[in-house]
């Protein structure tokens, strides 16, 4: 087998017993969307694009028809991130968007690979005053992230890539369990 491909079976052996976890979140984020709450998510580069597939499967559609869910990609609104950026810091670009867009009772997905980033970071303190609730996606635990969110699904590998896959997996985890919950 390919050594990208041992190296992602191995990782995704490490974390099947977080699938419990992953199909609870599931369960909750549906019943939060069906109520109208809404989903924000956060990362930076792959990780940002993962939050945007995420959003993406929500508003329209993992794999059945249904209704659209209320589910934001902080990064994707560039006007809002680069005058924030620039008014208070690339420091506060999504907790300042997750105390405009977040409500009580909503959830924010952060994803990380190291853990460390200060924006993802901020974004769970804002989300903590904000009475929403906050799970992350992170690489190797322990790391602030993880240790911040309400709970976490920390990947233990190395590999920035190999955590990236496992994340989509997660990702694509949870939308079916969203589905079925629905």
Known sequence: MDTHLEKLRTALTRVDGHSVTVRAWGGKLAGV?????RLLACGNGGSAAEAQHLTAELVGRFRDDRQAYAAIPLHA????MTAIANDFGAEEVYARQVRAHGRPGDVLVCLSTSGCSTNVINAAL??????????????PAPNPL?????????????????????????????????????
Do not use: K, N, R, Y
């Open 126 to 139: 804002a989300a903590q005053e904000c009475g929403i609730l906050a799970w992350a996606l992170t690489g």
């Open 77 to 80: 609104d560039t006007s809002s």
């Open 146 to 182: 993880a240790d911040l969110c309400d709970e976490t699904v920390a990947v233990p590998f190395e590999d920035t890539a190999t955590v990236q896959e496992v994340h989509l997996a997660m990702i694509h985890m949870l939308c079916d369990a969203v589905e079925e919950a629905l």
């Open 33 to 37: 969307l069906s109520a109208g709450g």
